[in-house]
């Protein structure tokens, strides 16, 4: 199994060094061609305008939303998250707009604000996962074929449509890996 990292900024190395202690083989992703052969996509965290920008400057856009398209799995979190959503609130930046969510950026506060808690996630088990927010987004609302995986003080923090997993938080950041297993058991 081939995983494809988005490069362009953000942890993408803590998302290569958890796919791969899941046992995926992974390849960093700056140019659409290396798109060609990948089984599924990570979209990592970091700045999400910037994130849209260089995605213009390497004309990825389109061949992003033909990978998603043809089915392939494809995993956001945080900037991921907001880059998969069909509308941020108060903002027209560049996006896939692929996921039936509307999303607000910077939702949990400045990066001072940033903290760690643990969530209730029945998907994964039992037992609570660690999660890491650093000026998270929230889903603020959800289609009728999105599945809520988990939500933080009523707000929803990960979900899945089809072929797509999004998470408003940092799952790379921290040892636990079932979010990456349960990612790479969509492939």
Same mark, same amino acid.
Do not use: W
């Given at each position: 199994?081939?995983?494809?990292?988005?490069?362009?900024? +953000? &942890?993408?190395?803590?998302? @290569?060094?958890?796919?791969?202690? $899941?046992?995926?083989?992974?390849?960093?992703v700056r140019?659409?061609?290396?798109?060609? +052969?990948?089984?599924?996509?990570?979209?990592? %965290? %970091?700045?999400?305008?910037t994130m849209?920008?260089?995605?213009?400057?390497?004309?990825?856009?389109?061949?992003?939303?033909?990978?998603?398209q043809s089915?392939?799995?494809?995993? /956001?979190? $945080?900037? +991921?998250?907001?880059?998969?959503?069909? @509308?941020?609130? +108060?903002?027209?930046?560049?996006?896939? /707009?692929?996921?039936?969510?509307?999303?607000?950026?910077?939702?949990? %506060?400045?990066?001072?604000?940033?903290?760690?808690?643990?969530?209730?996630?029945?998907?994964? /088990?039992?037992?609570?996962?660690?999660?890491?927010?650093?000026?998270?987004?929230?889903?603020?609302?959800?289609?009728?074929?999105?599945?809520?995986?988990?939500?933080?003080?009523?707000?929803?923090? $990960?979900?899945?449509?089809?072929?797509?997993?999004?998470? &408003?938080?940092?799952?790379?950041?921290?040892?636990?890996?079932?979010?990456?297993?349960?990612?790479?058991?969509?492939?």
């Amino acid at each position: 199994m081939l995983v494809g990292v988005l490069a362009l900024q +953000g &942890a993408f190395r803590e998302h @290569e060094h958890m796919l791969q202690k $899941c046992g995926a083989a992974t390849r960093q992703v700056r140019l659409p061609h290396q798109l060609d +052969g990948l089984d599924a996509l990570v979209i990592p %965290g %970091g700045e999400s305008t910037t994130m849209g920008k260089l995605m213009l400057e390497y004309d990825l856009f389109n061949p992003l939303r033909s990978f998603i398209q043809s089915g392939r799995p494809v995993f /956001g979190t $945080c900037a +991921g998250l907001i880059m998969l959503a069909k @509308e941020i609130v +108060g903002s027209n930046q560049p996006r896939l /707009g692929l996921m039936d969510i509307a999303v607000e950026r910077n939702a949990f %506060g400045r990066q001072v604000e940033s903290f760690e808690t643990h969530l209730e996630m029945p998907a994964l /088990g039992p037992e609570p996962l660690r999660a890491v927010f650093i000026r998270a987004p929230y889903i603020v609302s959800a289609g009728p074929d999105v599945q809520v995986l988990a939500t933080f003080q009523d707000k929803i923090v $990960c979900a899945r449509q089809a072929n797509m997993l999004v998470a &408003a938080f940092h799952p790379e950041l921290t040892e636990d890996d079932r979010l990456h297993r349960y990612f790479l058991d969509m492939v």
